[in-house]
């Protein structure tokens, strides 16, 4: 419980992520110079207690029934969590209204994609850039400058001597593309790790587009490249994964506090096409919806002239229905406690 509550605190300055990492996605929580058990050995000794207690403690009495039944759905309930912390995938969808999409995106996990013509071809990890290596090309990409969290400065205004300007860099080879016109330079990452603007900057020698090019989330225009007439496209962005089905945003409704812009509560109501299939329906905030073992819950929106777009969080988990069951099973357990009790009280 003390971890519960020290770890649902601590987002509030930390940030959602950084206090999952620290408090729930650990063995060992350092308190300062402390090590206490962190939140996977707190489980693990739990539901192995519980375990062994269930099978070899238990009083297999009738009047026992409806406790032995609610240990076994806290049972269920740990091990639903197990294959969710294994399994569990959590990712958002952005859609403008009026539009359609079929793309889910990482909050945190950035990448470059190469594609020849409309192919994917190679695929790397952002945090991974040091060790880059791109087999199969016919030109060389050398990254020479990166930050987690960027600030993007006019190419003329960025100090000298910062990383992104360093002779190295620049020399013999020209700037090309959006790098023309701006840099970037590093800051402190937010405690939000899916709010961060993370960029790259690159150096590309042996294309017939030769220079040095940046890029960085939510870049409008990709690196576009030629090479004995062979195409290639250079995306860098938050990792994205095609859904087998897409979603149409009809229109986003936001309720707000009388007098104020604040929302009380907002909604989407979309579209699912699956091939031939369509249906109709709405996501609000408490009601997600469920389809092909995908749960889309409505988190965010944006909004500006004329434009409005709805967030989704998504979870891809296969443990989705243990969280029932156990639910289920412990409350079928204690209303047959309670039913057990009164009866032998009544019978006494």
Not at 184 to 191: E, L
Request: proline share 6%; with cysteine; aromatic share 12%.
């Amino acid at each position: 419980m003390l971890l519960l509550i020290a770890g649902t605190l601590a987002q509030r300055w930390m940030g959602l992520w950084p206090a999952l990492d620290m408090f729930f996605s650990g063995f060992i929580l350092w308190a300062g110079p402390i090590p206490l058990p962190g939140a996977y050995i707190l489980l693990g000794t739990l539901s192995i207690s519980l375990t062994l207690k269930f099978l070899l403690k238990s009083d297999w009495s009738l009047h026992k029934f409806g406790i032995n039944l609610s240990h076994l759905g806290a049972i269920i309930l740990l091990l639903g969590g197990l294959i969710t912390a294994i399994t569990a995938k959590e990712s958002y969808m952005l859609i403008p209204e009026g539009e359609e999409t079929q793309f889910i995106y990482s909050y945190t996990a950035r990448n470059l994609v190469i594609y020849e013509d409309k192919t994917q071809i190679q695929s790397h990890s952002f945090e991974n850039i040091e060790n880059w290596n791109f087999p199969d090309l016919p030109f060389k990409i050398e990254p020479q400058y990166w930050c987690e969290n960027c600030e993007i400065l006019k190419r003329a205004e960025i100090p000298a001597n910062t990383p992104a300007e360093t002779p190295e860099y620049s020399e013999n080879q020209p700037y090309q593309g959006m790098a023309q016109f701006m840099a970037f330079q590093s800051k402190a990452p937010d405690p939000q790790p899916e709010t961060n603007l993370t960029g790259i900057q690159i150096n590309i020698s042996g294309s017939d587009q030769d220079g040095i090019y940046i890029a960085f989330d939510g870049m409008p225009k990709p690196i576009e490249l030629t090479k004995n007439n062979r195409k290639f496209t250079l995306v860098f962005g938050k990792e994205q994964t095609a859904l087998p089905f897409s979603i149409a945003l009809i229109d986003f409704v936001k309720d707000e506090y009388t007098g104020t812009t604040m929302a009380r509560e907002y909604s989407s109501d979309i579209i699912v096409k699956d091939g031939a299939l369509e249906w109709p329906t709405r996501i609000e905030m408490n009601e997600p919806l469920r389809y092909k073992g995908y749960t889309f819950f409505q988190s965010s929106f944006e909004q500006g002239p004329g434009y409005e777009a709805t967030i989704l969080a998504v979870v891809e988990n296969k443990g989705w229905l243990f969280p029932y069951l156990g639910t289920i099973i412990i409350s079928l357990g204690l209303i047959s406690h309670l039913l057990i009790r009164l009866y032998r009280k009544r019978t006494s």
